[in-house]
């Protein structure tokens, strides 16, 4: 396993996700994906192993021409890495969980994480970049600047009346997929998310949970994903999905400042037991952790909180997951996991927490402590 | 209103609450009762107006005659007092609810809150003697004390076949009731309470929660009581009222070594997060306070959690009722009860959770358990 790849599975975030970021209080993410296939070669469903190998081939050559100004990029096969290292790569978004599953591709990436590719998905290559906040227009830019790059080596299948071919027609035309992630606790506190998801699909919107299709919007994150990409340019399907997110973002923060008018005690109550359970908990199930960690950062955004950083929060997400969680463990057992997250994330509030000032809640975790865990 | 009886009405719990005591890991306290009624006049529930004034005058004026080394006593009249500062009364068990509603008698009161007398509750008198910890001989010592210092002034209703004689036959014979408050969550965490409590009527002793009969017994509290008064010394009967609580304390103790032994990390996992939520939570009912208020003392007995002091969790006990509370905050409307409430166990907690001072020796909740075996 190459150096740099090991760095990706041990550091829950990429670098990245470091930098300051517009709308950041509501906008956890904004992801641009790009779906490419090479002229002349069966979709991944019809393509044969021999094809294959040549295929990954290709692309790990590829690496060597992509300018030096895009980055130094590496290429991993998932063939060989273990299950609990390609479910990390899962849960930091960097690969869906088919294709973990299949481990039959591979991951083009760039050491901070930011600009990736997974080969052999769905699609030949997935281009993705990713930028913290609400940032889709840059990471539009970023993006295909590395399909530019890219094309140095590769011919995509391209058709004047559809656009980019992919293997779902769905992603025909520009083949893009914008998508931003969302922290949205007071719409679903006040129950006005399920209107809001109405009208999502009007707008040409699709929201899901945390990873992807299919998976619950736990911790009360969701990302919305433009449901076409046919028919606009991909600076203006960015700038679409780009202004509804905008949207979003300022009706979560008015949903927020009425819950704060109406309900300040019972929201103040709620985000000081969530920091309250977090210092404290010695067993803290995934789910659970993530709910609690939503109403931290809900506090810290309200000014109730001692702030935590976004990028300390966004390491918490991954953190908690437990397949991240089981890797740093080693071989602990599972039934371990729970006290384990539960004393990592004790760890990691005092360290990412500023202790309140004076008259606010006893801080977290074993301070004045003379017991033994 | 005395100044004494402003004292007791503002601080939680008597002096007498603060010393050292056996057993305290498991007894909170030891209480005893003796019914006294005078000679010659009818019992309360037939007691005319006039000579309930008179009765009231006759205590009050023996209060001079009661030996200074007892102490000195104060004696006040119930009815004058604002129905807020009877419930307090009520919240450190120095009256009865019944007694508090009636507001027709009186209390006599030492300024430590030890030894006392309800004044035309069920009886005409009714003495009373705490201690911390389970030391029912020592309470018979010192309420038969009082006793002989008020027949000086008085003339019991006695009579040689049935003893002491008062308004509920149940307390014929001696008149005398000894109680002990137990904290048994081991025992109601493992479910093994239920039979604990079906064996007490074969040995005639009967169990109550926090504020004796028909309350519930919320923060695992149980008051026990023996069931019948007759047939037996005083002496003996709290003897085996002090066995029985005794044979409980070291199965409460098997049930604590037992669940740490097989569940350690559950049980770690729930006193901590009551640490958390008694630290951090911005609204706290009163029953939620109890409940977190006795899994915060077992985790400090079993040395799971940083050590709070007996008489800081008893004084914690009382500050989180209702009543107590209001009176401390004057007018606050009561949808602010909740939110002062927090804020003040917050406030305590840090007190109370600060480990002594260098030299200040060991903390009594472990001398109360090392030396209760």
Redesign the interface.
């Given at each position: 396993m190459s150096g740099e790849l090991e760095a990706t599975l041990r550091q829950p975030i990429g670098a990245w996700q470091r930098a300051d970021a517009r709308a950041a209080d509501v906008a956890v993410s904004s992801r641009l994906r790009l779906a490419r296939n090479v002229a002349g070669l069966p979709f991944p469903p019809r393509l044969q192993p021999a094809d294959t190998a040549a295929l990954l081939q290709r692309v790990e050559d590829a690496v060597a021409a992509i300018p030096a100004a895009l980055g130094h990029f590496t290429f991993t096969r998932l063939a060989p890495l273990a299950p609990l290292d390609r479910q990390v790569l899962v849960e930091k978004h960097l690969i869906s969980p088919q294709h973990a599953q299949q481990a039959r591709g591979g991951l083009l990436l760039r050491p901070d994480e930011q600009l990736s590719a997974m080969v052999l998905e769905e699609d030949h290559l997935r281009l993705q970049a990713l930028f913290p906040g609400l940032q889709l227009p840059a990471a539009w830019e970023l993006a295909s600047q590395l399909d530019d790059a890219l094309e140095a080596s590769f011919d995509w299948a391209f058709s004047d009346a559809l656009g980019y071919l992919s293997t779902c027609p769905t992603n025909l035309g520009t083949a893009m997929r914008a998508s931003v992630m969302l922290h949205l606790p007071a719409l679903c506190w006040s129950g006005r998310i399920g209107g809001l998801l109405g009208e999502l699909g009007k707008v040409g919107v699709v929201a899901r949970g945390l990873y992807g299709e299919g998976s619950a919007a736990s911790g009360n994150l969701f990302q919305i994903s433009n449901q076409t990409s046919l028919g606009q340019s991909e600076a203006d399907l960015a700038a679409h999905l780009q202004a509804v997110a905008r949207e979003i973002v300022v009706r979560e923060r008015s949903a927020r400042e009425l819950l704060v008018a109406e309900q300040r005690?019972?929201v103040?109550?709620r985000v000081?037991?969530a920091?309250?359970?977090l210092?404290?908990?010695?067993?803290l199930s995934s789910s659970e952790a993530l709910t609690l960690l939503s109403d931290l950062r809900l506090g810290s955004d309200l000014h109730l909180l001692p702030p935590i950083r976004p990028d300390r929060w966004a390491e918490l997400l991954v953190l908690t997951r437990s397949g991240f969680l089981q890797r740093q463990d080693g071989e602990a057992p599972p039934a371990q996991r729970?006290?384990r997250r539960?004393s990592m994330v004790r760890e990691r509030l005092r360290e990412a927490l500023t202790p309140p000032a004076e008259g606010a809640?006893?801080p977290?975790g074993e301070q004045?402590?003379?017991?033994?865990?």
């Open positions: 005690p019972v103040e109550d000081w037991r920091y309250g359970l210092g404290s908990a010695r067993l729970d006290e539960a809640g006893s977290p004045g402590s003379a017991a033994g865990g």
